[in-house]
Antibody, heavy 125, light 107 residues
Framework: EVQLLESGGGLVQPGGSLRLSCAASGFTFSSYAMNWVRQAPGKGLEWVSAISGSGVNTYYADSVKGRFTISRDNSKNTLYLQMNSLGAEDTAVYYC??????????????????WGQGTLVTVSS | AIRMTQSPSSFSASTGDRVTITCRASQGISSYLAWYQQKPGKAPKLLIYAASTLQSGVPSRFSGSGSGTDFTLTISCLQSEDFATYYCQQYYSYPGTFGQGTKVEIK
């Protein structure tokens, strides 16, 4: 059974940093690109970032480029999102999501067939 | 970026109704379209991919159609567990973009 479990969310002050983690199990983690998608309170879904299975290729939404860094540790089956220079506009539930198609190296390849339960990031003073 | 526009944004329906949600892309995306269902406080769930392929385990009352710029999600006989918000997503080009969502409420 595929499972994705996010952690690391919390309350952070404007300008601060936070690192999210997503522990994966139930599939060959290194074969699949992974994504972060966020949802501001009461709003819709916004794709944030993607990383290829090898970790070589990374992609970002314009809204987070230069501030967020996606990475993965395939030996630990874990996905990360390092978030710096956080602002109120970054307040959201952050989901990790698995690409449905294996071996994708493009910025976008397929739909997302499994999602974590989400972790809430609140940026406020 | 490709803009995805869903209509309506919300509506009320009754159990047993046939409902249709529309998603329009600002440019052609072939069949690179997915539909997700999201219930309050829960993660999105993949319903349909490639515009019309039902994800494993999803009830057959859900169906999708369309290609190019115009797509529809149909629920043939609305059940109580189907009251939720539905999102379309294009994965034709970077960045993958979502529609704004359609909330299906109980009449």
């Amino acid at each position: 059974e595929v499972q994705l479990l996010e952690s690391g969310g919390g309350l952070v002050q404007p300008g601060g940093s936070l690192r999210l983690s997503c522990a994966a199990s139930g599939f060959t983690f290194s074969s699949y690109a992974m994504n972060w998608v966020r949802q501001a309170p009461g709003k819709g879904l916004e794709w944030v970032s993607a990383i290829s299975g090898s970790g070589v290729n990374t992609y970002y939404a314009d809204s987070v480029k230069g501030r967020f860094t996606i990475s993965r540790d395939n030996s630990k089956n874990t996905l990360y999102l390092q978030m710096n220079s956080l602002g109120a506009e970054d307040t959201a539930v952050y989901y990790c999501a698995k690409d449905q198609r294996a071996y994708c190296t493009n910025a976008v390849c397929s739909s997302f067939d499994y999602w974590g339960q989400g972790t809430l990031v609140t940026v406020s003073s | 970026a490709i803009r995805m526009t869903q209509s309506p944004s919300s509506f009320s329906a009754s159990t047993g109704d046939r409902v249709t949600i529309t998603c329009r892309a600002s440019q052609g995306i072939s069949s690179y379209l997915a539909w997700y269902q999201q219930k309050p406080g829960k993660a999105p769930k993949l319903l349909i991919y490639a515009a019309s392929t039902l994800q494993s385990g999803v009830p057959s009352r859900f169906s999708g159609s369309g290609s190019g710029t115009d797509f529809t999600l149909t629920i043939s006989c609305l059940q109580s567990e189907d009251f939720a918000t539905y999102y379309c997503q294009q994965y034709y080009s970077y960045p993958g973009t979502f529609g704004q969502g359609t909330k299906v409420e109980i009449k």
